[in-house]
């Protein structure tokens, strides 16, 4: 499978994965829902990690990294998205890209313009499709905001380091480093803040879910970070928000506007652009 197919795939993923998570915070407690969902992903990759005795110490390291800047991420864009309607929370999200494109051109990636500008219509789309009328006196929403651009930063800064830690080393150990640094961080959270980390047994299986999807969708990304430039895999890998905001309309009854339906068949445009010029 090629870089744009993985990516696009690990987008898909994260898309549902954030949607259930979100769904899962506004009923159980944020720190429950993070710290459960990362520990079953956890799980999962230390039995394969014993499988393969597949360990690079460069790749975990950098994948630690990115893990801080994922906790961070989550932690913030649950809290957002249990504050706030998706569409409000997901475009400012969708930013996230801007940080790995920038850091990526800065180091000496050079993709074809054409490819450049796909990425930044796709971009553009998922912003637009994610974006939705403002509601006047919604004090929830405007509490949403603040925590979802602290979510974009972040997510940039797991995406790049993530990306980094696979193309230069194992992917696997990327993703365990990254799932090292995003417990050691929500653990420390939960400590300090003393939040409560208990759900009812019946919860439990729809918070490992979670977990094991995100675990699937940073394995594509990492995958698509093997075979493609970053500053083009990093945007298409973070057009979740779409998926998220469909998913949203779909299940949840949330208006999708005309703005965000033209948002869609932008972000569609762009991706077929890049396409074009991947081989």
Do not use: K
Request: aromatic share 4%; hydrophobic share 60%.
């Amino acid at each position: 499978m090629g870089a744009v197919l993985l990516a696009l795939a690990s987008s898909l993923t994260w898309g549902v994965a954030d949607f259930a998570g979100g769904v899962l915070t506004r009923r159980l407690p944020l720190a429950a829902v993070t710290l459960l969902s990362q520990s079953a992903g956890f799980a999962l990759l230390l039995v394969l990690v014993a499988a393969t005795r597949d360990v690079d110490a460069a790749a975990l390291w950098l994948g630690a990294l990115a893990g801080v800047g994922g906790g961070a991420g989550l932690a913030c864009f649950y809290a957002a998205l249990a504050r706030g309607t998706m569409s409000i929370v997901s475009p400012v999200a969708a930013c996230s890209a801007v940080v790995p494109v920038a850091l990526a051109l800065a180091t000496g990636e050079r993709p074809p313009a054409l490819a450049l500008a796909g990425s930044g219509a796709a971009l553009a789309g998922a912003v637009l499709a994610s974006a939705e009328e403002r509601r006047a006196g919604a004090r929830g929403q405007r509490d949403a905001v603040p925590l979802a651009v602290g979510a974009a930063l972040a997510f940039g800064v797991f995406v790049f380091f993530l990306g980094r830690a696979a193309r230069d080393g194992s992917a696997l150990s990327a993703l365990v480093g990254a799932r090292l640094g995003s417990l050691g961080l929500l653990g420390s959270w939960a400590l300090v803040t003393g939040a409560t980390l208990r759900v009812a047994a019946g919860a439990l299986p729809a918070v490992a879910a979670v977990g094991l999807a995100d675990v699937a969708a940073n394995a594509l990304f990492a995958l698509a970070s093997q075979r493609g430039l970053l500053a083009v895999v990093s945007v298409l890998g973070s057009l979740y928000p779409v998926v998220t905001v469909l998913l949203a309309h779909l299940l949840l009854a949330e208006r999708l506007s005309p703005l965000q339906r033209a948002g869609v068949v932008v972000a569609l445009a762009g991706v077929a652009t890049v396409s074009a010029t991947s081989p």
